[in-house]
């Protein structure tokens, strides 16, 4: 049974940082391009970051520069480094596989709230 569990958010203020965490379970982590996404309160999930299977990563334009997306095969962990968060950084954060494929079902996200 797939299993993802994201964990590391929190309450912090403009300009601070967390680390997201997200453990897979019942999938071959290492041959899954994974990527993290964000809900925003009242808007639909979006894109935040994806990494590839050969540790090849992308950003959306509003994090490039303040967030590292990156895996840990042996652990089949996956994180999200977020630096100089900002007040639109705020919503759940999930990890799921990446765009363009099929997704898992999604777990119960990790909250990242950032107050100004």
């Known amino acids: 049974q797939v299993q993802l569990v994201e964990s590391g958010g929190g309450l912090v203020q403009a300009g601070g940082s967390l680390r997201l965490s997200c453990a897979a379970s019942?999938?071959?982590?290492?041959?899954?391009?994974m990527a993290w996404y964000r809900q925003a309160p009242g808007k639909q999930r979006k894109l935040v970051a994806t990494?590839?299977?050969?540790?090849?990563?992308n950003y959306a334009d509003s994090v490039k520069g303040r967030f590292t997306i990156s895996r840990n095969n042996a652990e089949n962990t996956l994180y999200l480094q977020m630096n100089s968060l900002k007040p639109e950084d705020t919503g759940v954060y999930y990890c799921n596989a990446a765009p363009h494929l099929l997704k898992y079902n999604w777990g119960q996200g990790t909250q990242v709230t950032v107050s100004s």
């Open positions: 019942g999938i071959t982590f290492r041959i899954s391009s």
């Open positions: 990494i590839t299977t050969g540790s090849n990563t």
